[in-house]
């Protein structure tokens, strides 16, 4: 039987995304950088769910001092789910950390944000909140 191992995001600032997911609860369980390959691999994971791991891959600016890469979706996948205990508290902690809330959680069940480089979490309640303001009021931002 195959076994989930992680799922991979391509990312341009990794100390910016670490704080991102920090916010969501994740933490780092393993780094691993290559001097010939120029990249630096860095695995999170929710504490105690070491199993369900992202890896953040960033590829290091060419040797050459040259541009290093930007991704603008292409190589990016439709998007992460996290469970969460209160989906509500969830997104008010992004938000006061200046995160947009992009698809605001409605209906006491599903968020959607983006982190720095623009790759879709979707936030899922464990259950199911009863609507709420100012929740419930809230208009989509962009797209998720």
């Not at 391509?10 to 001097?35: M, N």
């Not at 541009?67 to 992004?94: K, M, P, S, W």
């Not at 790759?119 to 464990?126: K, M, N, R, V």
């Amino acid at each position: 039987m195959p076994k989930f191992l992680h799922s991979m995001i391509r990312v341009t600032d990794v100390d910016k995304t670490i704080a991102f997911f920090d916010l969501l609860g994740l933490k780092e369980v393993k780094r691993f950088d290559s001097e010939q390959g120029r990249f630096t691999l860095v695995y999170l994971a929710a504490p105690g769910d070491e199993d369900a791991q992202v890896e953040l891959t960033y590829n290091w600016p060419p040797a050459d001092g040259s541009a290093g890469e930007t991704y603008d979706g292409g190589r990016n996948f439709g998007h992460i789910a996290y469970q969460v205990e209160n989906i509500y508290a969830t997104c008010q902690t992004l938000m006061d950390a200046g995160i947009t809330i992009n698809r605001p959680p409605r209906d006491g069940h599903m968020a959607f944000v983006r982190t720095p480089d623009n790759i879709s979490i979707e936030l899922l309640q464990d259950g199911r909140l009863e609507p709420a303001e100012p929740w419930a009021s809230m208009p989509n931002i962009g797209a998720w």
